[in-house]
């Protein structure tokens, strides 16, 4: 899982077998990364205060490219070699920049900018069709749906949706949408083109957010400093199950649930690291017990989460020279390493003095 951590200007990468954290993926000073999606062997992560969107390589965690696209920018989506990118156009313009920044996905060049209704989060690709939600200002301006060829990088339809619109989920030809104010859940249908339910006549309850499995859709209503329900309906928001949930949820997302074959029981084998000297001021030497037969990854990050080195073994003794992937000598400082193969995945913290 990549979460995403506005505050500490990074990307936290959990391991979900374990739920520890495997590494942060450090993007920029004072970036304020949005929203990130992996595509390929790439994580592509919108910058909102530096108007970029950075594009990081999965295996080094180095940003290999980035490209500045447009004001404010939040929501990312894909299409064949390109990849597009909501510019809300910044709160301070009162959303005057708003637009969809289209660039080549490998190179990040831009290939073109589609100016749209205010304020667009959220993009969609559904049915070949790109599906961009717009709030709107919040104020006076309502919530508009601008759908996109993306063959020919224009705006074919826009709808006039009303409310404060955020997420959407698609399914059987509909594209159901929350409302940041819980008013409703409002309804397109994707083939026609057409509003079913708009902010005149929603679906209730609403909820803030929404997403949906392909059988089933869950969404939150959640007013800010409030306590929140998750209702979990049937694929038409009919038969719907209510939870309630903690204070001020923001989000909801479906996962997997996965069993042992045979026996829930099962107790995976773990390994024992032993990491010395610690402080070292050469090299690092690691003692691994109950290590699985093949290969064991052994990855080093720095305090900020960024990797430094990387490299496989099939020793259950072996050393780490205190370099760098360039053979550089590191320099002095608090550092990470973890060492993970097919059984099991562990983590330790050591230092390196002068």
Aim: hydrophobic share 35%; net charge negative.
């Amino acid at each position: 899982a990549f979460v995403v951590n506005s505050g500490d200007n990074a990307v936290q990468k959990i391991d979900l077998r374990t739920g520890n954290t495997v590494s942060n993926i450090y993007v920029e000073d004072s970036a304020n990364p949005w929203y990130a999606k992996v595509n390929g062997d790439y994580l592509y992560v919108t910058g909102f205060f530096t108007n970029k969107l950075y594009k990081i390589d999965l295996e080094t965690e180095h940003i290999v490219a980035e490209a500045v696209v447009g004001e404010a920018p939040e929501g990312i989506e894909f299409y064949q070699d390109k990849v597009y990118v909501t510019c809300t156009g910044g709160y301070v313009n009162d959303y005057a920049a708003s637009q969809v920044t289209v660039l080549n996905k490998e190179s990040l060049e831009i290939l073109t900018t589609i100016t749209t209704s205010l304020n667009p989060q959220y993009i969609n690709l559904y049915q070949g069709k790109l599906f961009v939600m717009c709030t709107g200002n919040w104020n006076s301006i309502v919530g508009m749906v601008e759908i996109i060829n993306p063959e020919t990088n224009t705006i074919t339809t826009t709808l006039e949706v009303g409310g404060n619109i955020g997420k959407a989920a698609f399914i059987n030809n509909r594209c159901y949408i929350s409302d940041a104010m819980n008013t409703g859940i409002f309804v397109i249908d994707t083939e026609a083109e057409t509003i079913l339910h708009s902010s005149s006549n929603p679906l209730t309850p609403g909820g803030s957010t929404i997403a949906t499995n392909g059988s089933s859709i869950a969404y939150v209503n959640a007013s800010w400093g409030e306590n929140g329900t998750l209702y979990i309906t049937d694929a038409n928001l009919q038969n719907p199950q209510s939870f309630q949930l903690a204070l001020a949820p923001t989000d909801v997302i479906f996962g997997s649930i996965v069993v042992p074959n045979s026996n829930n029981d099962v107790v995976l084998p773990q390994i024992t690291v032993t990491a010395y000297p610690n402080p070292t001021s050469n090299k690092l030497n690691f003692s691994l017990s109950h290590a699985s037969r093949g290969k064991s990854q052994v990855a080093i990050y720095n305090i900020k989460g960024q990797l430094i080195d990387k490299f496989e073994t099939t020793e259950s003794e072996f050393s780490w020279q205190g370099r760098d992937r360039k053979n550089k000598p590191i320099s002095s400082g608090v550092y990470f390493y973890r060492i993970t193969n097919a059984d099991a995945s562990v983590a330790g913290k050591f230092i390196k003095m002068s």
